[in-house]
């Protein structure tokens, strides 16, 4: 398993970082063109249902505190 990300060669040059988080959770910034600002992008593999309670409470925290560590006046929006 893991995550990852392919990046189009004509956008490669915006990317600043990558951070794989763990083998479910990892995420691309990209330096927004003109406005001086930051795109995050999460990539997430999600337990599956099968998971017991405390596994998918485990990684829904995990997930939590990675969102959470972006600055707050970059806009969220959950897919």
Aim: aromatic share 12%.
């Amino acid at each position: 398993m893991g995550t990852g990300f392919f990046v189009q060669q004509t956008i490669a040059s915006a990317v600043k970082r990558v951070e794989f988080v763990n083998d479910r959770v990892s995420y691309i910034v990209l330096r927004e063109r003109g406005r001086g600002c930051n795109i995050i992008v999460l990539n997430v593999q999600a337990t599956s249902e099968e998971k017991s309670d405390e596994s998918k409470d485990s990684f829904c925290e995990e997930l939590e505190q990675v969102f959470d560590h972006f600055p707050k006046y970059h806009m969220k929006r959950r897919f």
